[in-house]
C-alpha cells in the first residue's frame, strides 16, 4: 500500500480524473475525502469505495469559492483529524461548442488526433506517485502527464 493511512483531498472526485484518482488512492490505503459540487456524483464514488472495505468521506462544495474549501477541510478534520495530501483536480476548463470553435481552435484537432487521449487511470497514476514516500525528496515539480502533447 503506497499511501497507507494519509488522508487525502481529491476535488472534482466525482467523475473522470476525480474519481479515478479517489479510488486508486483509496486502493492503495488513503483515507479519502471526496469533493464535488453535484452531490450525486459524489455519493455514487463514495459509495463504490466503501461498497470495497475502505472508508471514504464526502464534503460536497464547489472549490472556487472560500466557504467551499473550508467545508473540505472541517469534513477531513471531523473525519479523520488531519490532512496528508491535497489533489486539486477540478478546475474550469473552458470548452467551446462548434459554432463558438476559432480557425486555431481548429488547427490544434489534427495535431491532437495524432496521439491518443490520456485515460483518468494515467493521471490517477502520476497522484499516486506523488504522494507516495517514493517521492519523499521531491518538492515543487511539475510533472507533465500529457503523452506528450505539449512537447510537440
Ligand atoms: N480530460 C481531459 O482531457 C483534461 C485535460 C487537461 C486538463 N484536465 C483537467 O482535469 C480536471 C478533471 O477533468 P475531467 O475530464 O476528469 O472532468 P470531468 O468533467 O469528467 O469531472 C470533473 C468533476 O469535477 C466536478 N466539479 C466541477 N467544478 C467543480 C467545483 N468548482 N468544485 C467541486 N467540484 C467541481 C464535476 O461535478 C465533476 O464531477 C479538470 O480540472 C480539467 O480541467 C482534463
Known sequence: MRVRDKVTIISGAGAGIGEAIALRFAEEGALV?????????????SGKIRSRGRPAELAVAGISQEEG???ITEVAMK???????????AADFTQKGIEAAERSDWERVPRHMLK???????????ALFLASDEASFITGAHLMVDGGYTAH
Open 33 to 45: 475525502v471526496l469533493n464535488d459540487v453535484r452531490r450525486e456524483s459524489g455519493e455514487q464514488v
Open 69 to 71: 474549501a473550508r467545508w
Open 79 to 89: 473525519a479523520f483529524g488531519r490532512i496528508a495530501v491535497v489533489v486539486n483536480n
Open 116 to 126: 491518443r487521449l490520456g485515460e483518468p487511470a494515467e493521471v490517477a497514476n502520476a
